[in-house]
């Protein structure tokens, strides 16, 4: 299956939030934002993101819940302790009058630690795997999208080519026998040896052949619509194969002077352009 590189996925599940959000890049890129609490799970988190993805930019952001986050409030006694008796002495010394009371240590932040509550390890990982799998179930139906795109263009560019191959042989054969006309004109008006010039004419026609990169460009476009049935990781393959194709139709342009062959190798040209665009989006 084609799977696209971009997506959103979320989960929530008892005190943990689990976003994850994905963008195209042409590696696998993760990021990933942890309260300090949960950082020692890092290592574990990213190795579950690289199970499920491998390729485009990876954003993960996990929050806890401040509303439902549990912990135990310790008071520290030997501090009050000393307070308490700091104040008797300044209580003496100055002669104040009045009681110590429970009041005058609220306001001494230190006499209270609070300890937070270890996160549940297995409802954490269950809400990041949650996430992934919705963000990967998004990027499924984006890629069959991008599926039913790919092989629509693929289909146009396979006729495209084998009218490109009709054509080879016709205007081969034209242009051979206009240059033969033309030549033989010439070396009647002008008594010149005709089977050499004959034999030049041929070895440039040659070099104007095109058949050679038709050939490759049909071998290319089965095995790009194979790829995209097949689906899976394939974008880095199919990448590899439109730069040969697009190589391909760049000789074919450079080598025909025939018009109606660069009309048609110009109209290919695009819609490899049009699927370079497309594969840029899938993993």
Do not use: C, W
Not at 148 to 172: M, P, R
């Amino acid at each position: 299956m084609i799977e696209s590189l971009t997506g959103y996925g979320f989960s929530e599940k008892g005190t943990f939030r689990v976003e994850a959000k994905s963008l195209n890049h042409r590696f696998l890129e993760i990021n990933l934002k942890l309260p300090q609490i949960l950082s020692k799970h890092e290592i574990e988190i990213r190795n579950l993101i690289r199970k499920k993805f491998h390729r485009g930019k990876i954003d993960v952001t996990v929050t806890i819940n401040q509303k439902e986050k549990t912990g135990r409030v310790y008071l520290n006694k030997n501090l009050a302790k000393q307070l308490y008796e700091a104040f008797i002495d300044l209580k003496k010394e100055l002669s104040i009058l009045g009681s110590i009371d429970i009041s005058m240590f609220s306001n001494f932040r230190e006499l209270f630690i609070y300890e937070e509550q270890q996160p549940d390890v297995n409802t954490l990982m269950l809400t990041v795997s949650e996430a992934l799998e919705s963000l990967h179930e998004m990027r499924k139906k984006e890629g069959q999208i991008i599926k039913q795109t790919l092989t629509e263009i693929a289909d146009n560019l396979e006729k495209d080519i084998a009218t490109l191959e009709s054509f080879v042989d016709l205007g081969y054969n034209n242009y051979i026998n206009s240059l033969k006309n033309r030549v033989k004109q010439l070396i009647t008006e002008n008594n010149l040896d005709e089977k050499r010039i004959l034999e030049q004419i041929i070895l440039y026609a040659q070099k104007t052949d095109i058949k050679e990169e038709v050939d490759r460009l049909q071998s290319h476009i089965i095995q790009f619509k194979e790829n995209i049935m097949k689906g899976g990781n394939v974008g880095k393959k199919l990448d590899f194969l439109l730069q040969e194709m697009n190589r391909e139709i760049n000789t074919v342009l450079a080598k025909t002077e025939d018009f109606q062959v660069k009309t048609l190798a110009i109209e290919i040209k695009t819609n490899i352009e049009r699927l370079k665009e497309q594969i840029q989006n899938i993993q």
